[in-house]
């Protein structure tokens, strides 16, 4: 007969050190049903409601609580609460603690299939298909929290705060995330810039806070050099030195044929708490379909499965269809199967706007399932970074509503006719000819802090410069470029 797989002393251990600390189980990714012994499984849940009702903890606190419950002579008494605080040498490795519980628990499921599947053998009644389901559990076995149905009571007494975030009102820890927008618009910019936010523990777009982590860049686009110079050419724009990157790790895969399926070994690996990986269209499992809605719901599940077991965020990189998104409610833009998303937590999205003389302009949009509805952000690319305008309430209505009000809002400011001309001067005397666009991209960087000139705005602006003499035009609309004006002096 096989012993069921045990671990007693690191079950007393950890408690013992969640009562030193203060602090409830779930904290560390466990829960009361992984306990084997039935006086631990009991005091953990004793500690996890005394810290759910703001309750302090410590010795005497727990043995009251128990008191009150009548568990405390099932237990043991107080002597066996004396004896979980003598067993813990300290809180230090607690969470090695945690990990021997969840080891133990897991071989005890497994444990328990094969007996199953042994049982069924000696009763001569097998039964291949509920076999096969067995054997699917067992391959599915993870340590993880809310696995059974459980009381309603019992889960919010288990689960009594949310995840903890990672992207303040983006992303939380164990959630996947997709940030789509069209082909070489500039996202995997965007994407390097928020790896280097995270990893740093910087704001990223002026607007999200981060908890600082370690990244994993799995880029499966770029050669090693280009990856290299990109990454540096963001980190120069943002004035981060490359000494504080060390929490950024980077993986070139382009051409290994690595997929979503190595996800898993990555993380065991490397343990980062986000993972970056950019492009999805060449992490997909070869002979697996894209527009597939179940295909694709299999691969988001296998990535879920990865983010919840080892509490990563996963960001997945991804593109949207050809042509105007003009319309789509944010969680139809994005190529491919609609699975794709719905299966995240977070789907952010980067589009261009709409409304005529605003083509500089793109609206970051994203619908949330654990957080509340946000702003949509106009943002320009000022390269290599992406700069946030300011926010328009867009959560209600989408990509129009945030197209109209753009419209409405006011566009004047302090600053005179003749400063805004002098700043596109200046960046026509450093970047020479250029378009409307490039104008706008390169305005952040050279204004000096005045606003962008958005839409007719700058249109007019152009104009006025014009008129006077101080630039002028080659082309015609929407294929004219500017340049300095040959009748005046430039020093």
Request: glycine share 6%; hydrophobic share 35%; proline share 7%.
């Given at each position: 007969m096989t012993h069921p797989a045990t671990a007693t002393e690191a079950e007393a251990a950890f408690l013992g050190s969640l009562v030193l600390m203060g602090s409830a189980s779930h904290k560390f990714s466990v829960t009361p049903d992984m306990f084997f012994d039935a006086a631990n499984r009991t005091m953990c849940k004793a500690i996890n409601a005394m810290q759910l009702a703001e309750t302090p903890i410590d010795a005497v606190t727990l043995g009251e609580h128990l008191a009150a419950s009548g568990d405390l002579e099932y237990i043991g008494g107080v002597p066996r609460i004396i004896h979980t605080l003598d067993a813990t040498p300290g809180t230090h490795n607690v969470e090695h603690y945690a990990a021997a519980i969840k080891t133990a628990y897991e071989k005890r499921e497994l444990q328990y299939t094969v007996q199953r599947m042994r049982s069924f053998v000696a009763s001569g009644e097998f039964d291949y298909d509920e076999a096969i389901e067995l054997v699917r559990d067992a391959g599915r076995q993870r340590p993880t929290k809310g696995r059974s149905a459980l009381p309603v009571s019992e889960l919010i007494e288990q689960f009594p705060e949310m995840?903890?975030?990672?992207i303040e009102n983006l992303l939380r820890r164990g959630e996947t995330?997709?940030?789509?927008s069209?082909?070489?618009i500039g996202k995997s910019w965007l994407a390097i810039g928020l790896a280097i936010c995270i990893s740093t523990g910087r704001q990223w777009l002026s607007k999200f806070e981060t908890t600082k982590g370690r990244v994993l860049h799995?880029?499966?686009?770029?050669?090693?050099e280009t990856l290299s110079n990109r990454i540096r050419e963001v980190a120069e724009a943002m004035n981060v030195p490359t000494s504080e990157l060390a929490d950024y790790k980077a993986f070139p895969v382009r051409g290994k044929g690595w997929s979503v399926n190595n996800l898993s070994d990555e993380i065991s690996e490397h343990r980062p708490d986000i993972v970056l990986i950019d492009a999805l269209y060449r992490a997909v499992p070869r002979g697996q379909d894209e527009n597939s809605n179940r295909e694709m719901a299999e691969i988001y599940n296998a990535i879920d499965e990865a983010a919840d077991h080892y509490e990563a965020g996963v960001i997945l990189v991804h593109h949207t269809t050809k042509g105007s998104q003009a319309g789509k409610a944010n969680t139809d833009i994005g190529s491919g199967a609609g699975?794709?998303?719905?299966?995240?937590?977070?789907?952010?999205?980067?589009?261009?706007?709409?409304?005529?003389?605003?083509d500089e302009i793109m609206l970051f949009q994203a619908s949330l399932r654990s957080w509340a509805p946000i702003d949509a952000i106009p943002m320009v690319r000022s390269h290599p970074l992406w700069v946030p305008m300011g926010s328009i309430?867009?959560?209600?209505h989408g990509d129009q509503a945030a197209r109209r009000l753009m419209k409405e809002s006011p566009k004047s400011t302090d600053a005179t006719t003749d400063e805004m001309i002098d700043v596109v001067r200046k960046i026509l005397r450093k970047h020479g000819k250029s378009s409307r666009k490039e104008i706008s991209g390169h305005w952040i960087a050279e204004s000096g802090g005045l606003p962008l000139p958005t839409g007719g705005s700058m249109g007019r602006l152009l104009k006025r410069a014009v008129e006077s003499g101080r630039i002028?035009?080659?082309?015609k609309a929407p294929k004219s470029f500017y340049k300095l004006s040959g009748t005046i002096t430039e020093f």
């Open positions: 995840r903890p975030a990672i995330m997709n940030l789509v069209g082909t070489k799995i880029d499966t686009e770029l050669h090693p699975a794709m998303s719905r299966a995240v937590d977070t789907h952010a999205t980067l589009v261009r706007s709409e409304e005529e003389g605003q309430p867009t959560h209600s002028e035009m080659t082309g």
